[in-house]
């Protein structure tokens, strides 16, 4: 599967949403992520969803100010960021897998496709 995002710029405390799609593939067959990453880091979890849309978990730093969502019509995942602080600004990267049962939805070893990434700059 082919993973494409979109980000961008914004001011501090505002909102941007970002998009990916799984380009020729249903996303209900798949559980679907975002992670981040800044210069000197590790890549880190922000959010995820499981492939029957039933479960959805976030980063601790994020919950509250993120959500997460998926469109199944247009095969899309959604992560809708709001109330954005200037310690947002990373490069976001759209993962998923195929798994099925449990699996460690945080980690980044656990995805197997993965999107090109998509900066966002929080300015304060």
């Known amino acids: 599967v082919q993973l494409q995002a979109w980000g961008g710029l914004v001011q501090a405390g505002g909102s941007l949403r970002l998009s990916c799609v799984t380009s020729?593939?249903?996303?209900?067959?798949?559980?679907m992520a975002w992670f981040h990453q800044t210069p000197g880091k590790e890549r880190e979890f922000v959010a995820a969803?499981?492939?029957?849309?039933?479960?959805?978990y976030y980063a601790d730093s994020v919950k509250g100010r993120f959500t997460i969502s998926r469109d199944t019509a247009k095969n899309a995942v959604y992560l809708q960021m709001n109330s954005l602080k200037p310690e947002d600004t990373a490069v976001y990267y759209c993962?998923?897998?195929?798994?099925?049962?449990?699996?460690?939805?945080?980690?980044?070893?656990?995805?197997?496709?993965w999107g090109q990434g998509t900066l966002v700059t929080v300015s304060s």
């Open positions: 020729g593939r249903a996303v209900s067959g798949y559980n």
């Open positions: 993962a998923a897998n195929r798994r099925r049962g449990s699996f460690t939805y945080y980690a980044r070893q656990e995805y197997d496709y």
């Open positions: 969803i499981n492939w029957s849309g039933g479960n959805i």
